[in-house]
């Protein structure tokens, strides 16, 4: 009886042959890390079906959600006004199309501010799926950016710092 096991190109244990003193002849059978490898290059193409599946699902459910992205959020703003609702007030931001921006609190946000002024005007762009803005006094002159997502008549805002509320916007 034979009991070599092939792994690789050498034969392994072939116990008969080396006690009656013959060189023991490779086998030809299935080798073991060829059967490992067809394994894991299996598992690995299931794994990368699913994560495209898993992605394409997700896009899917973005696109559902009523996310604004390029184009769509650049037209949603452009020339129109944004009402962002801010510690129970709404702030309008007139985003004007050709990305400058202004906006005016009433007196009681503007002393809610500490003294960061009553109206500011600023820059914005689009950048990617998001609506980045910059004003000159407001938020220390800082850019942020912001995704847009519609739920029903509201807009859902969510900030690059993960600060986020509900807006609407007005023509």
């Known amino acids: 009886m034979n009991d070599a096991l092939s792994f ?5 244990g072939d116990k008969d042959a080396k006690e ?3 060189a023991s002849a490779p ?3 299935p080798k073991l890390e060829d059967d490992m490898f067809k394994s894991l290059f299996t598992a690995a193409a ?3 079906l699913m994560l495209g599946a898993t992605v394409l699902a997700s896009e899917a459910a973005e696109n559902k959600s009523g996310a604004l992205a390029g184009d769509e959020l650049r037209q949603a703003v452009s020339g129109k006004i944004v009402y962002l609702k801010i510690s129970g007030f709404e702030l309008p931001i007139h985003y004007a199309a050709g990305g400058t921006m202004s906006g005016s609190m009433n007196t009681v946000m503007a002393t809610l501010a500490r003294g960061d002024g009553s109206s500011d005007r600023g820059k914005w762009w689009i950048e990617g799926n998001q609506l980045c803005q910059r004003w000159n006094v407001w938020m220390d002159g800082k850019s942020y950016c912001y995704t847009f997502a519609v739920k029903g008549s509201a807009v ?6 993960g600060r986020s509320g509900t807006a609407r916007i007005a023509g």
């Not at 690789?8 to 392994?12: E, F, N, Q, Y």
Request: hydrophobic share 35%; glycine share 10%.
């Open 20 to 22: 009656r003193g013959e």
């Open 8 to 12: 690789g190109s050498a034969p392994i």
């Open 27 to 29: 086998r030809h059978e």
């Open 156 to 161: 859902q805002w969510v900030r690059n710092d």
């Open 46 to 48: 299931l794994m990368a």
